[in-house]
């Protein structure tokens, strides 16, 4: 039977932090579930990314390493998390990643796993790297997605624990060819490029504030992406997801499960209308005022930029001080289509 043991992270620069792993699974896979930035490039013993040093406890050989390590850095307790399980409580020194800014710039080729429909202009792409060449990146991050000839920006909608298979929110719009090819004619098995990552949209891992999300429409994405990671950190300061939206939302199921499964989680579906975005605004902005101390909160927002404009304002006229704010503008959103039905 597998065995449930401790791992004790002690990176320079950072807050200690915890998470278990089994003694059949390798400690980068345990810290990648966990929600960790942990620095790696494959997950088979190829590239030397993972490379970390044993503090204290025993570890055990899962996978034979191509990467060499020295005999002297052996001894010196240096091994490599992707092909090591613990066999006892544990303390490790282990790279991570502190900022997107830290994140190489990477182009790597990945293969279409499934292409699933939302809703009649809405898809979910899933892809997925090889085991020797994974994506890293944040939650929150955006990348550039290529084939043939189109390429457009778009926010990664799935957790970076999982480096190998990426998942994508992507609508339809006349001016985006890589959707009207996704659309059209993109095949299960096909090859797409990822080019990134990009962006600055990340999640405040060291707040004790509550986590305040507010989505509109397929903004979603990389709203999913940090509360995913919130989870995964399994962090204590409660979270309220507002998800604006002409139609019940697409993915309503998932968030409604989050609300049944964890405690503090709080999901509310705001019903988008016809309106001025002045009035939308002032209407969400009554209803946060109304059901929270907003300016005890931190704020995740993804929106068209004139919405998030609007609100940011607002929100900061309300006591919200700058660093509580981080906002993700949506591209291909034109300002008639904040304000009216499709």
């Not at 659309?183 to 707040?207: A, C, I, M, Y």
């Not at 993915?251 to 705001?270: C, E, K, M, P, T």
Request: glycine share 4%.
């Amino acid at each position: 039977m597998p065995t449930l043991h401790t791992v004790k992270i002690n990176a320079s620069g950072a807050p200690s932090t915890t998470f278990e792993c089994s003694s059949r699974e390798s400690i980068l896979q345990a810290g990648l579930r966990a929600g960790l930035p942990l620095r790696y490039k494959c997950t088979n013993g190829s590239c030397g990314e993972c490379r970390s040093r044993l503090l204290s406890g025993t570890i055990e050989s899962i996978q034979v390493a191509d990467y060499p390590l020295s005999q002297q850095q052996r001894a010196n307790g240096w091994f490599l998390s992707c092909t090591h399980a613990p066999l006892s409580p544990l303390q490790i020194n282990t790279p991570l990643f502190s900022d997107s800014i830290e994140i190489p710039h990477q182009i790597t080729r990945a293969k279409v796993k499934k292409i699933d429909l939302l809703q009649p202009d809405l898809a979910l792409l899933t892809l997925r790297t090889s085991r020797s060449n994974t994506f890293q990146f944040l939650a929150g991050q955006e990348v550039l997605l290529s084939h043939l000839l189109a390429t457009h920006r778009y926010p990664i909608a799935s957790c970076p624990c999982n480096g190998m298979e990426l998942d994508f929110h992507i609508h339809r719009s006349e001016t985006d060819l890589f959707s009207q090819l996704l659309f059209s004619s993109l095949k299960k098995g096909e090859h797409v490029t990822l080019d990134g990552p990009r962006g600055h949209f990340l999640l405040n891992t060291q707040s004790q504030r509550r986590q305040i999300f507010i989505a509109w429409e397929y903004g979603f994405a990389s709203i999913r992406s940090l509360i995913e990671q919130h989870i995964s950190l399994e962090k204590e300061p409660p979270i309220s997801l507002y998800w604006l939206s002409q139609h019940p939302p697409y993915l309503n199921n998932l968030a409604r499960s989050w609300g049944a499964v964890l405690n503090h989680f709080d999901y509310q579906w705001i019903a988008r209308h016809a309106t001025p975005i002045e009035s939308q605004v002032s209407k969400l902005v009554h209803q946060l005022r109304q059901e929270l101390l907003v300016e005890q909160c931190d704020f995740y927002i993804s929106a068209p930029a004139e919405l998030l404009i609007l609100l940011s304002e607002q929100l900061l006229a309300l006591g919200v001080a700058e660093h509580q704010l981080r906002g993700a503008p949506l591209i291909d959103v034109s300002s008639d289509s904040i304000s009216s039905e499709s």
